[in-house]
């Protein structure tokens, strides 16, 4: 088994204290409460932050979402999380792909759970996670990122949380009835194992804004509108650039090693007497 990328950080000198550990699911307005937190002058980890990063944060997820959900490898611990999160002290979505690891990790955290309407969040994963796996999965994607780390990584992670939340089915009629309800089985989890005092629940359909967080974190309201309005395209608008970034690097790297491949093999299937008249 190749070691896991954490292992390869040094422990920091220092590790920020968390403030608020976020355990929403992608498509819950998490995108819009990152945004805010910075607003508001935190430090907030999300998958933004991942896509920023590029190759070996991606890897440092699938580590631990993979030992979590699909018992690959030894499953992350206080001591991974201080390395991955050091400069942080707000985690937002990552817990959801690790949730028992980072409820032992943090017992005593203060969480925050946005949730939404299951088929509408089935959709939404459909539409920006599932729409992004299908396009990797097709040629000459599913060839390049082969030759490229961020995009093999995205297709893993992608790949990888599509396969256990739609029970194998992928995006399919069954796939997104399987997404509702593993969503549901989801929250009621989260509610049963964190304490209710440590937990503020907001659901999207009743309103979540700065009047929501504001409060439970202890800060002022600010007099501005809330950044983001959890549409698919901009999830599109972020990830576009860097896939299609990724996507040229790999075809080039793919093209730089299959060319000259293609070219041996042709001339050593001439010299065996193969014909291509």
Not at 3 to 22: G, N
Not at 231 to 243: A, C, N, Q, S
Not at 246 to 266: D, Y
Request: proline share 7%; hydrophobic share 40%.
């Amino acid at each position: 088994m190749s070691p896991r990328t954490i292992d390869t950080i040094p422990s920091p000198i220092h590790v920020e204290t968390k403030k608020l550990i976020v355990l929403s699911a992608p498509r819950t307005g998490t995108h819009g409460l990152y945004l805010a937190l910075k607003l508001l002058g935190f430090k907030p980890y999300h998958m933004a932050e991942i896509i920023k990063a590029g190759t070996t944060s991606g890897r440092i997820l699938n580590d631990g979402f993979f030992a979590e959900r699909y018992h690959v490898g030894k499953q992350y611990g206080r001591a991974e999380f201080d390395k991955w999160f050091a400069n942080y002290d707000i985690i937002i979505e990552m817990p959801f792909f690790m949730l028992h690891s980072t409820l032992k990790a943090y017992p005593n955290a203060k969480f925050l759970l946005t949730e939404r309407d299951p088929d509408k969040w089935a959709k939404s994963i459909a539409n920006t996670i599932g729409k992004n796996d299908t396009n990797i999965k097709c040629l000459p994607m599913t060839v390049v990122k082969y030759f490229d780390g961020f995009l093999y990584t995205m297709s893993r992670m992608s790949t990888g949380l599509l396969g256990w939340y739609t029970n194998g089915y992928g995006i399919t009629p069954e796939g997104l009835k399987a997404l509702a309800e593993n969503y549901k089985e989801y929250i009621a989890e989260v509610k049963r194992l964190v304490p209710p005092e440590q937990l503020k629940v907001c659901k999207l359909e009743d309103g979540f804004g700065w009047e929501e967080i504001c409060p439970y974190l202890g800060v002022p309201i600010p007099d501005m509108e809330w950044p983001s309005l959890n549409k698919p395209e901009e999830f599109h608008e972020i990830i576009k650039p860097k896939v299609q970034a990724a996507f040229r690097n790999g075809l080039i790297c793919a093209t730089s090693v299959l060319v000259p491949m293609l070219g041996v093999g042709m001339w050593y299937l001439r010299k065996c007497g193969v014909s291509f008249a």
